[in-house]
């Protein structure tokens, strides 16, 4: 299996003492208590809207640049890097799909002239994806090949959520999945148990990729 270089993001330089994830002030705000998937979504959309913000030039030229400053911290980009963590909205091209994910939680493999390839963690229990993360932090990847999905650009709804290195563990743990199956006839939209999608991807966990991940600063 050919390597797969990595690029996660942020400065281990950086004060971890008092520093609080997104997903840490999500979890805050829920107070323990049952929130909805819009309440989830929309919490995030609130609080990642403080982040800066890249036009098309230049979060091409900041992706090439090794400024700490510049690169520490959550940032809304127009477009994807390789080896990188997002959150971002999605409406899938095809009708004759079973069923998709709105709000995909995407590891960037490649890039290509019309999309990208990524594995999107919600397709793993919340087990099973915490296992896949802590062995790409460490260097590894080893995921089931089947919740690795093509991507096409045109049909991103927002941009993109890049996650610091530092919130890959909680962004995982938060139940903001939203699985959707469309109707073949009127392509209406209807949700999807996602116990179900998790059961299917389950079935076929053995046929899996394994690389080797590079993880390191802009």
Do not use: C
């Amino acid at each position: 299996m050919p390597s797969t270089a990595g690029k996660g993001f942020g400065s281990s330089s950086k004060d971890t003492s008092s520093y609080q994830t997104i997903f840490e002030k999500v979890k805050d705000q829920a107070a323990g208590e049952q929130r909805s998937l819009s309440w989830y979504k929309n919490t995030i959309h609130k609080l990642s809207g403080k982040y800066t913000t890249d036009d098309p030039i230049t979060a091409e030229k900041r992706d090439s640049y090794d400024d700490e400053e510049e690169q520490d911290g959550n940032v809304l980009r127009t477009t994807v890097r390789q080896g990188h963590l997002y959150l971002f909205e999605y409406k899938a091209k095809s009708k004759w799909l079973p069923y998709y994910d709105r709000f995909p939680l995407a590891y960037v493999f490649k890039r290509d002239r019309d999309g990208f390839y990524a594995a999107n963690f919600h397709y793993l229990q919340y087990r099973t994806r915490l296992k896949a993360m802590k062995k790409l932090q460490r260097g590894m990847i080893d995921i089931p090949r089947n919740i690795i999905h093509k991507y096409l650009n045109s049909h991103v709804e927002s941009l993109f959520l890049d996650l610091h290195s530092e919130e890959w563990d909680t962004s995982i743990l938060l139940p903001v999945e939203d699985f959707v199956m469309t109707s073949r006839r009127n392509r209406t939209q209807f949700p999807y148990d996602r116990e179900l999608v998790w059961e299917e991807i389950k079935e076929k966990e053995n046929d899996r990729v394994k690389a080797k991940a590079i993880v390191k600063d802009y």
